[in-house]
């Protein structure tokens, strides 16, 4: 079995002094005579309280030692397992962007030193890369959020939490972050020429995505047993959705339209995806064949060049893992 690099500590005996010792990131904590349930009931709870802080590195350190760095770390290493990392689109990797100009700028400043000057140092040095008025205010929200955590995680005073959320956010008009355009949906047209050279499969998701007003992602994961087709129009709720942690219930309803580009992908099991990348390539390599003009002694033959262990699975949905998950 390989090593944990972060085993529980185990409960030792100091001989010099006979105490019950844990030792904890390289910090010792005596807890009084050992093999003494005292001594045992102490060591549980340092136990607990650093397991619940997800076997931070930092843990145990005083507040005026912990560095932007050491936070940062630990913030990142939170919101991968919270957020998780199977997508680009996740938001584990705009923490990531997020923390990089806090360790390159404050990397080795306390934590605790960490105020309203250094938090619009970092503003102005998004407006000085060029970055639009609103990408900087995102960006800054989740510096605030970082140290909300830290604070809920009584790493550092709750003061500082505080006074970065009364910064106010850059105005439109009042600065000279660049303005952005707002993003508009694509005109009908555009997406009609589109669709005659989409593949089949792919026309058709955009299809019911444009009559049911569904999201991409919905779309991906569509399944036979997530329909209801007792009525003249379907109902679809999605086994997950963007604001299912809210608590919300989402309900897509499919009409004469979107049912007539569906009823094509039902003919599955219930529980498989509707809309397959296998199925496409299959459409694809048939259409292929069929418009073959190299004789069929010469060349490849239909199969013959298939990988043995393909990187990708066939079957998999277009949906991302993340999401998936």
Not at 27 to 56: M, N, Q
Not at 69 to 88: M, N, P, R, T
Not at 135 to 157: D, K, T
Not at 229 to 243: C, E, F, L, N
């Amino acid at each position: 079995m390989p090593r944990l690099s972060q085993a529980v500590p185990k409960y030792q005996k100091h001989r010099a002094s006979g105490q019950a010792v844990v030792t904890i990131n390289g910090r010792d904590y005596y807890l009084g005579p050992h093999g003494t349930r005292g001594s045992k009931l102490e060591y549980d709870r340092l136990i607990t309280e650093w397991l619940a802080s997800g076997r931070s590195a930092s843990y145990g350190a005083p507040q005026h030692d912990l560095t932007i760095v050491e936070l940062a770390a630990d913030y990142v290493s939170y919101a991968k397992g919270y957020y998780g990392a199977a997508s680009k689109t996740s938001e584990y990797y705009r923490v990531v962007r997020v923390v990089r100009p806090l360790k390159d700028l404050y990397g080795r400043t306390p934590a605790a030193e960490f105020g309203p000057q250094q938090f619009k140092a970092i503003r102005n040095r998004l407006v000085d890369e060029g970055k639009s008025r609103s990408y900087a205010n995102e960006f800054m929200q989740r510096v605030v959020r970082i140290f909300r955590w830290a604070a809920a995680e009584g790493h550092i005073p709750p003061t500082i939490p505080q006074a970065l959320a009364m910064i106010p956010g850059l105005r439109r008009g009042k600065t000279e972050a660049r303005e952005t355009e707002p993003v508009l949906p694509v005109d009908d047209a555009t997406v009609d020429a589109t669709l005659e050279h989409m593949p089949e499969v792919a026309a058709d998701m955009v299809r019911l995505q444009r009559f049911s007003g569904a999201r991409p992602a919905e779309i991906c994961i569509l399944r036979p047993c997530d329909l209801d087709r007792s009525g003249d129009v379907w109902t679809y709720k999605p086994q997950r959705h963007k604001t299912q942690h809210h608590g919300r219930q989402r309900v897509i309803f499919i009409g004469p339209k979107a049912q007539a580009v569906l009823l094509r992908y039902l003919a599955r099991g219930a529980e498989d995806y509707c809309f397959r990348p296998c199925d496409s390539m299959a459409k694809y390599r048939a259409a292929r064949a069929s418009a073959r003009k190299t004789p069929l002694s010469c060349g490849n033959r239909p199969g013959t060049n298939r990988r043995s262990r393909p990187r990708k699975v066939p079957g998999e949905c277009y949906a991302v893992d993340a999401y998936r998950r």
